[in-house]
């Protein structure tokens, strides 16, 4: 059989998007949001949804977190409208010729677990994209075994390893497992509210401290 002189053309279908990028003003931003979190802690009781332990707010802190929680959700809003298309292609940064208006409905809560501390696998019903945003890793940057990443379940389930569960198709090294995000203060993590998502169990001394946010339509 000749070989082939040009290389075949890989085409990614129904992939699923992870969008990660760092806030430029984390530093600042960060400083507001603890300490909003902080006082409700003191205010309010956890509630208890898809948490193993650890702290969780009501989902309204778009109401009691300030103008920092407000800014938060703004860069949300403003990533999804250039990740977010119409049928066509259009890319929903507004109404102007060639775009359109998307209104994001926005809520969002705090997240704050300690030392054995994590979230169950869960989805976010009713939503569009879904995210998270990292005020406090609790060292988990500079050190990973600490636990207390952000994990993907592969949405297709099992089925790529059924055959097959010793082979993997290039760039697909992950099918049928799972992916892992390490968390980083000002790390904002955004994906489509219908994958499955935990997190793992935290084993470090200090606060892995976070904001959980839904944006719907």
Known sequence: MPLMNNVPEVVPLFATPLVVFELPDAAALNVELRRAIEERMKTHPSTHRSNMGGWQSSWDMDRWGGTAAIKLLAYARNVANRLTTDQEGNVGKGPYPGHFAVTWIGNMWANVNRSGNANEYHSHPGSYWSGTYYVDDGGIDADPSLGGELEFLDPRG????????????????????????????????????WVFHQVRPYYGNAERISIAFNLTV
């Open 158 to 193: 099992s089925v790529p390893l059924m055959n097959a569960p010793h082979l993997r198709i290039a760039g697909n090294l992950s099918a049928g497992s799972t992916e892992r995000i390490r968390p980083k203060a000002g790390k904002m993590v955004m994906f489509p509210s």
